[in-house]
């Protein structure tokens, strides 16, 4: 807990760069893939 009480702000940090990735993305609905739709409305 030594280590925790230490780095807890780059545990912090870690821990808000993955959420943002993931929800930014889309998180659990589609993620990455998301971006091909874009191209089939196109034409």
């Known amino acids: 807990m030594d280590w925790l009480a230490e780095n807890w702000f ?3 940090v870690l821990v808000l760069f993955v959420g943002m990735h993931m929800f930014g993305h ?7 893939g998301k ?7 196109d034409e």
């Open 10 to 12: 780059w545990v912090l």
């Open 26 to 32: 889309g998180g659990m609905h589609g993620g990455h």
């Open 35 to 41: 971006h091909d739709d874009n191209e089939k409305h």
